[in-house]
């Protein structure tokens, strides 16, 4: 027999050089080619991304001399800012206050607990 064959009413197919290797992958085996590739993806990613942010590190404060004041009703940071700097700059301890006490904003309630830089 010939390496063509007679499909459906006059058609023909070469099957003879469709796979050199003649090796196909069944559907598993297609699946797991699929998942390894994927997973390799990934893995190449994740590495990528540990690269790019190697260089970023938190590094704490070091540590100095705080006061902790708590909040009275009605006070702000401004407030509590302009209690302690009597003559220098209070906005920039006020940025100090907040990014030493990690707070979001500049609002405090009355009974919390603030820790203010000293020079």
Request: hydrophobic share 45%.
């Amino acid at each position: 027999m010939s390496a063509i064959t007679s499909v459906n009413q006059g058609f023909y197919a070469d099957f003879s050089n469709l796979r050199p290797s003649g090796v196909s992958l069944n559907r598993r085996g297609r699946l797991a080619r699929t998942l390894v590739v994927l997973s390799l993806a990934i893995v190449l990613a994740s590495l990528v991304s540990a690269k790019a942010g190697a260089g970023t590190e938190v590094v704490p404060a070091a540590a100095g001399s705080f006061i902790t004041l708590t909040v009275a009703p009605g006070e702000t940071l401004w407030s509590l800012a302009a209690r302690v700097e009597h003559d220098g700059d209070t906005r920039s301890l006020v940025s100090q206050i907040v990014s030493i006490n990690s707070l979001a904003s500049v609002d405090v309630s009355a009974g919390q607990k603030i820790r203010i830089p000293l020079k």
